[in-house]
Structure formats: C-alpha cells, structure tokens
C-alpha cells in the first residue's frame, strides 16, 4: 500500500480528526453488534497513546438531511467507552462553534465522539464547506473507514483537501489483503462469487477472471450462467436481460468457470418450502434452485485444493432460510480447513462465516460490503484516493 498510515505521522500534541465506520445495527436505541466499534480500537488506542486527542466522526443509518435522536451515535460512544475504559464527550454536533469550542478545549489522551456526520446535507454530496469545518476541528486526518471508502462525502474525501491525510490501522489491513485479490495474487489462486443477480457484478467476474486460476460461481448469479449453457432452469431466478453477457463469458473463459452440478431446490421461495435434490439438468417443472447439492460442494472442495489465495463475496445459496443454507456454511468451513490465505468480501459472507462458527479461521474478514466489491472491481475509492502517499 503506497499511502500514509497513522506509523508515517507525527501525533504528539494533536487533534485527530478520524472517520471510523459506527453504522452500527441498533434495536431500542441500543448498539446489538459492536464488531466495528472493536474494529477501529486498536487505531484510536495507537493515537491515544501518541500523545493525541480523537474527535471520532461516522454516519449511522439514513437520517432525511436533519437532527433526529433515532440516528444519535450516543450509544455507540457508551459502548466505546466501555471498551477504552475512558470517558468518550459526546458533542452535540460534527460542526458548528459549540464542537469547536469542544474541539479547542481537548487535552492530550481525551476523545469525542461528534454526532452523525449525516445530519448535514453536505455531508453526502461532500460540500467543500462542510468539509473545511470539519478540517477546522484538528490538525491531522485519519480515515479508518474503509466500509465508506467508496463514497466520496465531506467526512470521506473532501476533509483530506485540507489536512494530513493518512490511514487507520484498520483501513490499512483492508487495501493489503483485498489488494491481493487485485493486484499480484499468489497463485493458484481460486475466486468465489455468489448472490442474487450478475448484473451487479459484472465488472468483479470480469476483473477477477483476468487475475484468477479458477472462478467458483453459486447463488442466483449461477442460474443464469446454467440458463446461458442452455439448462432449463424452471422457476429458478435467472436474469434474462444478462444471458448474453453470461454467454459471452462463457465463450470466452469457460474453462475458468466452475458451476454446480447439482442443487437443493425447492416448490415455493420460502423457509419451510418443501426440497430435494437433483441434478442441475433435472429441476422438476415448478421448482427453483436455493442452494447448491453436495455433489457440487465435493467439486468445489477439489478446486480449492491446493490453494493457496482464496478470495469469497457472496453466498451460494437463500442462506436467510436455514433449510438452504447448508452449501454457504459448508464452503465456509471449506475455506477454514484450506491452509490458504482466505479474504473475504463484507456483507453477506462476512456475515455467513460468522454464522458457520470460522470467522476467527479465515486470514481477513473484510468489514466494507460495498466499499469490497468495488475494490474487486478495481475501481479507486475516493476515500482512499483522498489520502496522502507515502
């Protein structure tokens, strides 16, 4: 990674501005998962410890441009709190003169926690203003959000304008091992996608297919590949106005693809729809491919044989519903057992390995969905882009 981390600064007696990711999951205005409060620690604890103040900044959920209590982080700064065994000030803004005067007052080893980012309606189409008044509360930038990275907002991109700009621990983790998957991979190296629909990851199938040996394909996005080979799919989901696209790959690196070969599938798309299982070519009339069957998931296991990069985002089956979720956890343990360097895409693989008890095996768990995906794209994010080089 060629950009400046929080190592490559000088901290001693600064204000930090860090953006971390607090979109945390709330239920009764309570924090119910507090994985990426515990993500951005060891960033907060390094500065703390360098003699630096912290001004923490986050969005949370999708507040309509103003105020509302529903969306406070004030939880989450009491679950930080806990966690740093410290008192965290919660101001009652990211801006304006009262955070400033907050922001004048901070002594070395202190942290704030300003309020959510999204109250403004600059924050999202990262008005410069709003930006420079954030910069105006500090004397560096770090960006530890690497789940927003992808969007280019004040607390994102416009901020690192106008400071110095480098990256949190975390952020760091996250360029280093998905820029494995893009960059130089050590071969073999075995890709696998999956979810709902292709057309959402054309650019990934493409990108990775120019850099892997093998590319596993499961889910919704595999119906339409076995749709473009000609199978008859009945009412499986398959993206018509994708077939083309799917052939085109097909034609092109065919040998690259690995698809099931026989699939759980079900009468109705629902938990406790009646199943069984056949082979890809056999779906009886009325009936649709939820999960992979295990003839398929023993082919899989002979194609991560021996690798030594894998790379997962997404899953191979309706794993929402118990009943089909049984081919994700399979390949999540899959994965766990193969002594290669196992990254996984956010989102809905992060949170399958985590259901299949092998979150802890796996080398990265990656904590942007989006942000991921785009990054397997090959695409810059703005939020990275912003920061200074080394």
């Given at each position: 990674?060629?950009?400046?981390?929080?190592?490559?600064?000088?901290?001693?007696?600064?204000?930090?501005?860090?953006?971390?990711?607090?979109?945390?999951?709330?239920?009764?205005?309570?924090?119910?998962?507090?994985?990426?409060?515990?993500?951005?620690?060891?960033?907060?604890?390094?500065?703390?410890?360098?003699?630096?103040?912290?001004?923490?900044?986050?969005?949370?959920?999708?507040?309509?441009?103003?105020?509302?209590?529903?969306?406070?982080?004030?939880?989450?700064?009491?679950?930080?709190?806990?966690?740093?065994?410290?008192?965290?000030?919660?101001?009652?803004?990211?801006?304006?003169?009262?955070?400033?005067?907050?922001?004048?007052?901070?002594?070395?080893?202190?942290?704030?926690?300003?309020?959510?980012?999204?109250?403004?309606?600059?924050?999202?189409?990262?008005?410069?203003?709003?930006?420079?008044?954030?910069?105006?509360?500090?004397?560096?930038?770090?960006?530890?959000?690497?789940?927003?990275?992808?969007?280019?907002?004040?607390?994102?991109?416009?901020?690192?304008?106008?400071?110095?700009?480098?990256?949190?621990?975390?952020?760091?983790?996250?360029?280093?091992?998905?820029?494995?998957?893009?960059?130089?991979?050590?071969?073999?190296?075995?890709?696998?996608?999956?979810?709902?629909?292709?057309?959402?990851?054309?650019?990934?199938?493409?990108?990775?297919?120019?850099?892997?040996?093998?590319?596993?394909?499961?889910?919704?996005?595999?119906?339409?590949?076995?749709?473009?080979?000609?199978?008859?799919?009945?009412?499986?989901?398959?993206?018509?106005?994708?077939?083309?696209?799917?052939?085109?790959?097909?034609?092109?690196?065919?040998?690259?693809?690995?698809?099931?070969?026989?699939?759980?599938?079900?009468?109705?798309?629902?938990?406790?729809?009646?199943?069984?299982?056949?082979?890809?070519?056999?779906?009886?009339?009325?009936?649709?491919?939820?999960?992979?069957?295990?003839?398929?998931l023993e082919l899989y296991k002979s194609t991560l044989n021996g690798a030594k990069l894998i790379v997962?985002?997404?899953?191979?089956?309706?794993?929402?519903?118990?009943?089909?979720?049984?081919?994700?956890?399979?390949?999540?343990?899959?994965?766990?057992?193969?002594?290669?360097?196992?990254?996984?895409?956010?989102?809905?693989?992060?949170?399958?390995?985590?259901?299949?008890?092998?979150?802890?095996?796996?080398?990265?768990?990656?904590?942007?969905?989006?942000?991921?995906?785009?990054?397997?794209?090959?695409?810059?994010?703005?939020?990275?882009?912003?920061?200074?080089?080394?």
């Amino acid at each position: 990674m060629n950009k400046k981390t929080v190592k490559d600064i000088d901290l001693k007696g600064k204000r930090v501005f860090m953006r971390v990711d607090f979109n945390v999951p709330m239920a009764e205005g309570k924090v119910t998962d507090d994985k990426r409060i515990k993500a951005a620690l060891p960033t907060i604890k390094y500065v703390l410890e360098q003699g630096a103040s912290v001004l923490l900044a986050s969005h949370l959920g999708r507040p309509k441009g103003g105020p509302d209590p529903e969306f406070s982080l004030k939880a989450a700064a009491e679950v930080l709190a806990g966690h740093l065994g410290k008192p965290v000030t919660m101001a009652p803004d990211c801006v304006g003169p009262e955070v400033e005067k907050i922001a004048a007052a901070l002594q070395p080893g202190e942290v704030v926690m300003l309020e959510n980012t999204r109250f403004h309606k600059g924050e999202e189409k990262n008005d410069l203003d709003l930006a420079q008044q954030m910069a105006a509360l500090a004397d560096v930038y770090v960006n530890d959000a690497f789940g927003s990275a992808h969007r280019a907002h004040s607390s994102t991109e416009g901020i690192a304008r106008f400071l110095p700009a480098v990256s949190g621990f975390l952020m760091e983790q996250e360029l280093e091992y998905l820029g494995r998957a893009v960059g130089s991979p050590e071969h073999p190296y075995i890709a696998i996608l999956g979810g709902a629909k292709i057309s959402d990851k054309i650019l990934v199938v493409e990108t990775l297919l120019s850099k892997c040996d093998k590319l596993i394909i499961g889910g919704g996005m595999a119906n339409t590949f076995l749709a473009a080979q000609g199978l008859n799919m009945q009412d499986s989901l398959v993206e018509t106005a994708s077939l083309e696209t799917a052939r085109e790959i097909l034609a092109k690196v065919g040998d690259k693809l690995v698809l099931p070969v026989d699939a759980v599938v079900a009468d109705k798309f629902e938990a406790e729809a009646a199943s069984q299982i056949v082979d890809v070519d056999k779906i009886p009339a009325g009936w649709r491919m939820l999960d992979v069957g295990p003839k398929t998931l023993e082919l899989y296991k002979s194609t991560l044989n021996g690798a030594k990069l894998i790379v997962w985002n997404g899953p191979v089956g309706v794993f929402e519903f118990p009943k089909f979720a049984e081919g994700t956890f399979a390949l999540a343990k899959l994965l766990a057992e193969s002594g290669a360097t196992t990254v996984i895409g956010g989102g809905d693989s992060a949170s399958a390995v985590k259901k299949a008890g092998v979150a802890k095996q796996m080398t990265h768990v990656s904590t942007g969905g989006g942000a991921s995906l785009e990054f397997l794209e090959g695409k810059e994010l703005p939020g990275v882009a912003a920061l200074n080089n080394k």
